[in-house]
């Protein structure tokens, strides 16, 4: 599926609702679900706002009319047009359903076909179980990559410590010094050595401002140009698959 200027839109949106970038397997084969996060938040007009530019980019890149319409309204209608696309290049019929089933359906289609690139067996087992079952073997297929040691763990303990590493990494590679800080702290620092980075390569000037104002700088005036670079918040990504 061709990524669109949805799925940066919705990783930036993800990032105003949570304050941060979030700490995905973003190394690991892991499917690109983000068209979720959306979902849930359209109706957030103040966090909206910060990114109208960036929902108006997307709508008029995919055809949905914004004239007359409210902020809310027009990422709603992004969301499910691009919910519908994305159930069409499926093979998923879209005629008549309502969004939150479709949704369900785009889902589970995405969970077989992870499911069967993993050795999976997906005959007689409910969307549930199988999303969980993939979920978990993600996880575990990571941590092996990663050597991690994984006896008499559970899942969520190697879950995190897999998000660790790699976050560490993401950060090393960055030139971030890690010692002695949390996961949140390092989160907040990639985000803001990254939007820094975009700045710069754009020609911004940097002098005095911090990483939200500058982040809101580059969406608002540099947005076409900062994706045609395949900038932060404009690079692609794979997102954790949710179960």
């Known amino acids: 599926m061709k990524k669109s200027l949805f799925f940066v839109l919705v990783f930036a949106l993800t990032i105003a609702f949570s304050g941060q970038d979030s700490p995905a397997l973003a190394e690991a084969e892991i499917d690109d679900n983000s068209v979720w996060h959306l979902e849930k938040d359209y109706h957030n007009k ?13 709508a008029e890149e995919i055809g949905v009319e914004t004239e007359g319409k409210d902020l809310v309204t027009i990422a709603k209608e992004v969301f499910e047009a691009n919910l519908r696309k994305a159930a069409q290049e499926l093979g998923i019929e879209t005629e008549g359903k309502e969004i939150k089933d479709l949704k369900k359906e785009v889902h589970h289609a995405k969970v077989v076909a992870k499911a069967k690139e993993l050795g999976i067996e997906t005959k007689g087992k409910v969307p549930e179980a199988l999303a969980k079952e993939v979920h978990e073997v993600m996880i575990r297929t990571k941590a092996k990559e990663l050597e991690l040691d994984t006896n008499g763990k559970e899942l969520g303990e190697i879950e995190r410590e ?10 090393e590679e960055l030139g971030i010094e890690t010692k002695g800080k949390d996961t949140e702290d390092l989160v907040q620092e990639i985000r803001d ?12 000037d940097t002098s005095d401002k911090g990483a939200d104002q500058l982040l809101d700088e580059i969406i608002k005036e540099h947005a076409v140009e900062a994706k045609e670079q395949k900038l932060f918040p404009f690079e692609e990504r794979k997102m954790m698959f949710h179960h």
């Open 46 to 58: 103040d966090n909206l706002e910060k990114y109208e530019t960036l929902i108006k980019l997307e």
């Open 162 to 171: 897999v998000r660790a590493i790699l976050l560490i990494r993401k950060a």
């Open 193 to 204: 050595k990254k939007i820094y980075q975009t700045a710069e390569k754009l020609g911004i």
